[in-house]
């Protein structure tokens, strides 16, 4: 059984960053994709960064490329935040069998099957 525990939100002035960390259990004989999805507030989820375990690049929404870096680690570094990044943000995981799989993710945050609680980050 997979489990996912979220740390490291917080409070931070515009332009500021924070860093995300995601302490993953359970996820092991077979490949996945892991990646972070947040929620800000009256909006739905919306997808922020994927990774296939398997190899292949990383892959960001629009509007965090150049601003935020997720490693394979699951952490997510956040570098010169805007207060529309302001949301609960959670790392989450599914089984994937292709890097294309962990693309797809970013957008159709709602196939990933294992969550965090969630981590509030406001800006």
């Known amino acids: 059984h997979v489990q996912l525990v979220e740390s490291g939100g917080g409070s931070v002035e515009a332009g500021g960053s924070l860093h995300l960390r995601c302490a993953i259990s359970g996820a092991t004989g077979s490949t996945y994709c892991m990646g972070w999805v947040r929620q800000s507030p009256g909006e739905q989820r919306e997808g922020v960064a994927a990774f296939y375990t398997g190899g292949g690049p990383i892959f960001y929404d629009d509007s965090v490329k150049g601003r935020f870096t997720l490693s394979r680690a699951l952490s997510l570094q956040m570098n010169n935040l805007k207060p529309e990044d302001t949301g609960i943000y959670y790392c989450?995981?599914?089984?994937?069998?292709?890097?294309?799989?962990?693309?797809?993710?970013?957008?159709?945050?709602?196939?990933?099957?294992?969550w965090g609680q969630g981590t509030q980050v406001t800006v």
């Open positions: 989450a995981a599914r089984l994937c069998a292709t890097p294309e799989q962990a693309q797809s993710a970013v957008r159709n945050w709602a196939n990933f099957r294992y």
